[in-house]
């Protein structure tokens, strides 16, 4: 027999074996400790979707602030999460555009372009992290978006990164690398080297887009900018932030 019945007694209230307190909390422990972890990852999300919401007029110190902060994706018809492309190639985050092609059938170089070259972003922690030219993998290294301008040229270098949750942001990891960038605000510089040269350029707005505006990714060949992109919400692919600054003429 594993169980039997003991009646308590007035000289043995208890008379079976009494669990030990630190047993009895485990249970709760566990269950404080799931529901953190699910409020982790659900609270960066939620907090961007409501960004835009002041209640009582007080100052917003959340991920992203009204003042600096301009929405271009607002509309009735919401964006489709497409599972199955592929996010680690840049060539996936805007499926639509005809560009893409260009990933596959990878430009001859004639040594006078660079493999790479770096971008740092001292306010969001980045230094001198690597941009490829001829590669689309996201893994391993920032990409440019192909057909758009050199840095230092007229038209805008686009940029592409990952991001996940901010509390996974790793600078020295390219699949997290961009996990800050909805932070930055317009003010802030991009510094840029490409051959041996160092180019200032000043962000000047942040928008948010749907992946079939392509509009974003079109060159503008009256003055030299730069766009810096990543995937919003937090976490999801959604949508996709652009940042973009103005070349500061040394």
């Known amino acids: 027999m594993l169980y039997g019945y003991k009646k308590a007694t007035a000289k043995n209230p208890h008379p079976g074996k009494k669990i030990p307190i630190y047993l009895k909390t485990i249970p709760t422990l ?5 529901l953190g972890i699910l409020g982790a990852v659900i609270y960066p999300v939620v907090s961007y979707q409501l960004k835009d919401i002041n209640l009582f007029n007080s100052k917003d110190q959340g991920l992203l602030s009204p003042v600096y902060y301009e929405s271009k994706a607002n509309s009735d018809s919401e964006p489709k999460v497409l599972s199955d ?7 996936s985050w805007f499926p639509g ?3 893409n092609q260009l990933f ?3 430009i001859e170089n004639d040594g006078e372009i660079p493999e790479f070259y770096t971008i740092s972003i001292p306010s969001l922690g980045l230094a001198e992290a690597k941009v490829s030219l001829f590669d689309e993998d996201l893994t391993k ?3 440019q978006y192909p057909q ?3 840095p230092g040229q007229v038209g805008s270098p686009v940029i592409f990164g990952h991001s996940t949750l901010p509390q996974f942001f790793d600078a020295q990891k390219y699949t997290t690398i961009f996990s800050n960038l909805p932070k930055i605000k317009p003010g802030s510089d991009i510094f840029v080297k490409y051959n041996d040269k160092e180019y200032t350029y000043r962000v000047t707005k942040v928008i948010e887009v749907k992946p079939s505006e392509l509009w974003v990714l079109k060159q503008n060949y009256n003055s030299k900018t730069i766009k810096v992109v990543t995937c919003v919400p937090p976490g999801t692919t959604l949508r996709r932030l652009v940042v973009e600054g103005s070349l500061i003429e040394n």
């Open 30 to 34: 566990i269950s404080a400790l799931g």
């Open 85 to 91: 492309l592929d996010y680690t190639k840049a060539s």
């Open 97 to 99: 555009s005809t560009q």
């Open 104 to 106: 596959n059938s990878p």
């Open 141 to 143: 290294h920032l990409v």
């Open 148 to 150: 758009t301008a050199l």
